[in-house]
């Protein structure tokens, strides 16, 4: 039966299947503070406050995401850094290896406080591989990497 009533009374679950699932493992993460960035270095970024972290994947002291669970992942990061000038290079690794990145030449900017963010999908085996942020910036001296809600970076599995 087609009816108009017929269709009310069927439920949710007549209509879709394969739903459910969760997004993790999943984390958020921040540094405490400010940090200088030396000049024409990649320096691998080690945020060290977490704000959650389900599933234990993520590593305060190395800065890396290692899912333990295989599938897609969402990675994103937001920087807030203080530049005169230069290149900026900010970049996902996967294993050692640049998997996604973003550069911005922003030498005839003022000087003054910038903000990046960039984010990617990318798939992890749930074992061995790993996720971390790079960042480079070029611009003749150290510069303020500005922490609390103004740096971090995240991560979680999609549902499949």
């Known amino acids: 039966d087609t009816s108009a009533s017929a269709l009310r009374k069927m439920t949710r679950a007549n209509f ?3 739903i459910g699932g969760v997004n993790t493992p999943a984390f958020r993460s ?5 940090h200088t960035i030396a000049d024409s270095t990649n320096t691998e970024l080690h945020f060290n406050t977490e704000v959650f972290d389900v599933g234990s994947c993520y590593d305060t002291s ?3 995401f ?19 000038g230069g290149i ?15 550069y911005e030449n922003i030498s005839s900017r003022p000087s003054g ?20 942020i790079n960042y480079y910036q070029g611009s003749g001296s150290g510069k303020t990497l500005y922490g609390g809600a103004d740096s971090g970076w ?3 599995k999609l549902i499949e």
């Open 16 to 18: 879709v299947s394969g």
């Open 30 to 34: 921040y540094y405490s503070g400010s």
């Open 62 to 64: 190395n800065g890396r």
């Open 66 to 84: 290692t899912p333990t669970t295989a599938g897609k992942y969402f990675l994103y990061v937001k920087l807030k850094v203080q530049l005169g």
């Open 88 to 102: 900026v290079y900010v970049e996902f690794r996967k294993n050692g290896s640049a998997v996604h990145s973003n």
């Open 113 to 132: 406080d910038y903000g990046f963010q960039l984010s990617t999908i990318q798939e992890a085996n749930g074992s061995s591989d790993y996720f971390l």
């Open 154 to 156: 995240m991560g979680y």
